[in-house]
């Protein structure tokens, strides 16, 4: 079992920047990649970035150059530094990760984020 926290989810006006945070707990040896993904209102749950235990990173093409994934194994965190926000960028976020084992998924339950035009 793998338990996922998100903080940092806010509201901010467009330009702007915010920092989520993912802790996790749990059977956290087996987590290979973890990831951020987003639900718009009205639209389907989708990836915004992964980051795998080696650090190779992949991002949607909407957030290339402006969100950066990041993680820390030491503190079992992900973070997702989001900058030159923009209102589509609304939505509620959240922490993915994905034991190596089995391929298992687990979710956080994530975090609000408003971007204000």
């Known amino acids: 079992q793998v338990q996922l926290v998100e903080y940092g989810g806010g509201l901010v006006q467009a330009g702007g920047s915010l920092r989520l945070s993912c802790a996790a707990s749990?059977?956290?040896?087996?987590?290979?990649?973890m990831g951020w993904y987003r639900r718009a209102p009205g639209n389907q749950r989708e990836l915004v970035a992964a980051?795998?235990?080696?650090?190779?990173?992949n991002y949607a093409d909407s957030v290339k150059g402006r969100f950066t994934i990041s993680r820390d194994n030491a503190k079992n965190t992900v973070y997702l530094q989001m900058n030159s926000l923009k209102p589509e960028d609304t939505a509620v976020y959240y922490c993915?990760?994905?034991?190596?084992?089995?391929?298992?998924?687990?979710w956080g339950r994530g975090t609000q984020v408003t971007i204000s035009s």
């Open positions: 980051i795998t235990g080696g650090g190779s990173t």
């Open positions: 993915n990760a994905v034991l190596r084992s089995t391929g298992w998924e687990y």
């Open positions: 749990g059977s956290i040896f087996s987590i290979s990649t």
